[in-house]
């Protein structure tokens, strides 16, 4: 989805190998390497179409830092920035999720926001990581993880953070670019240290 007025170019890594039924965070799994040289593609079409810098942001982890590799093949300067990571599930990250007791799941969905899903990272700790990162002068390219997109696309909407587990939005497909602003702030009344005011 395009969104008018965004200056940040946000492309959804390729599709994982081995992903499939897991709960995949921080988890550095492979990809295939055409998944990863055609999206570079159509990044590189993109960016010449629109006039965009030959300079791409990446998460460290290699589901989006393979893309940036190509495209340095080709001339670009690649960063991989840990502020653009994935949300860090802990212990839960990389099992399949039939393996994680099933009141751990309910207890998450229950305090939505604020719970720490097997001991990792909240969800607003991961709306207040998104919202502190200050992209660097405008236009820029990324490629990033769905979590992040998402977290991205709400504080520019200036809404109230999900509360519930059901007002989390679709997820963007792998390989889908998002135009989103450059500034984002976490809303009133919620505080960066996490906890609503």
Known sequence: MLEPG???WVWRHPRAQEAAGRCIGRTDIGIDRRRAKRLAHRIRRAARLRGLPRRVLTS???RCAAVGQWLQRWGWRHERLPAL???DFGRWDGLPWSQIPRKEVDAWC???LHHRPGGGETLHELFARVAAWQAPAAPVVIVAHAGWMLARRWLACAQPLPVRADQWPVVPRH????????MVALPPGASSAGGIA
């Open 6 to 8: 965004g200056q940040l």
């Open 175 to 182: 390989g889908e670019c998002w135009t989103l602003p450059t």
């Open 60 to 62: 460290p982890l290699l």
């Open 85 to 87: 990571l994935e949300m």
């Open 110 to 112: 229950a305090e939505f």
